[in-house]
């Protein structure tokens, strides 16, 4: 049991670390939000993951707890994550930020 | 007989509502004493506040309908759905977004294409699995005409359909929420 | 009790990450990218305080976490009206 929450946080703190480079490393808003939604939202399921396993297997009344409560912000992270990115995605675009190389826009010929 | 009917729709709401937030307090405060898995003032706490909560969130909730959502075997097509086919496209992005991250190789536009799904629930459905899947971001829904505006990282085609741009998604979201 | 070692381990890598991230946030052309950083940023402070939880055997710090999440999620939410413009 403690290999499988070894890889789950390698896992997760793998893909973290790839959003946040992402972060870095695209040119514009939109590739940005891409990159850092994507891979925050898979690392954070698998690190919140190991501690669920853990704390189940750790059992009682605390462990459990542990674990339904990390099951909780989990659910939580996954409605919120993407809802957030596309907002901030819709609020750069009606504020004038223009995708960088775009070879299409439909919204733009839309106003 | 009008009237009545809808009181007890708004009452319907209203039940909905409260027991939903009397399973999420029931959740968090499970382990807590004697009572089954609960204590006592946890559960009078629990009733009391769902109560409120119904009164103050069901009017908004249910604005616009959408009762279809109770029917038990879309949670278990929901269910489904999220460790199927979502989960093994969510692992394929990943992977797509560190190759890009590596290469720096991109493509980037905004596409339209409308998949036609009515509902609100369905539209929040399939903009949220789009946002986390291979290569996409949804920037825009228009709501009058159903239109989705995508922001794809590598562009295929100017004028795409909706298989292209996210697979299987759409029948998906039309199963489960419509 | 090797486990609990190891989610305080990930915790640090995590606070690293955010590091990195909020190098975006101090950098970001626009407003928009800042924005952008300060979520990512959110989210990594959700699960670095999950693990914190798990590490200190604290529950406490997991309902913070969910209550944090939450909050940001409305942050987050304001922003983006804000950068549409729709508060003047």
């Known amino acids: 049991m403690n290999v499988l929450i070894y890889i789950f946080l390698a896992i997760g703190a793998v893909f973290n670390g790839l959003g946040a480079v992402a972060l870095l490393r695209f040119p514009d808003v939109y590739t940005r939000i891409h990159g850092a939604t994507k891979c925050t ?16 297997w750790r059992g009682g009344g605390q462990g459990g707890t542990l674990a339904v409560h990390a099951l909780i912000a989990l659910l939580f992270l996954l409605l919120t994550n993407p809802t957030g990115s596309h907002a901030l995605a819709r609020g750069a675009h009606r504020g004038g930020i223009r995708p960088f190389r775009a070879v299409v826009d439909r919204l733009e010929e839309k106003r | ?44 706490a629990g009733a009391v506040l769902s109560a409120i909560v119904g009164m103050v969130a069901a009017p908004i909730l249910w604005e616009r309908g959408g009762f279809r959502i109770l029917q038990p075997h879309r949670w278990v097509l929901f269910f489904f759905y999220l460790v199927g086919p979502f989960f093994l496209a969510m692992a394929r992005a990943n992977l797509d977004v560190a190759f890009r991250v590596i290469t720096g190789r991109i493509r980037p536009g905004i596409v339209r294409f409308n998949p036609g799904l009515k509902t609100d629930l369905g539209k929040t459905l399939l903009a949220n699995s789009i946002t986390l899947t291979p290569g996409t971001l949804t920037v825009d829904v228009d709501d009058a005409t159903g239109d989705f505006y995508v922001h794809w990282i590598n562009v295929k085609s100017l004028e795409p359909k909706p298989e292209e741009v996210c697979g299987p998604f759409p029948s998906w979201a039309r199963r489960i929420a419509e | 009790m090797i486990g609990e070692l190891s989610f305080g381990v990930a915790a640090v890598v995590l606070a690293a990450f955010m590091g990195v991230s909020v190098l975006r946030l101090a950098i970001g052309p626009t407003a928009a990218d800042r924005a952008v950083a300060l979520d990512t940023v959110n989210t990594l402070v959700v699960t670095t305080m999950v693990l914190l939880g798990a590490a200190f055997g604290q529950v406490v710090y997991v309902d913070v976490a969910i209550v944090y999440a939450l909050l940001s999620f409305v942050g987050t939410l304001y922003i983006a009206r804000y950068l549409e413009g729709g508060l003047k």
Not at chain 1, 41 to 56: K, Q, R
Not at chain 2, 21 to 42: N, P, Q, R
Request: hydrophobic share 65%.
């Open chain 2, 1 to 44: 007989m009008l009237y009545s009917l809808a009181a007890m729709l708004r009452a319907a709401e209203w039940a909905v509502t409260a027991a939903f937030a009397l399973a999420t307090y029931l959740v968090l405060v499970l382990w807590t004493g004697g009572i089954g898995l609960w204590s006592l003032s946890e559960l009078i």
């Open chain 1, 41 to 56: 939202t898979f690392g954070s399921i698998f690190s919140i993951l190991a501690v669920v396993i853990y704390g189940f």
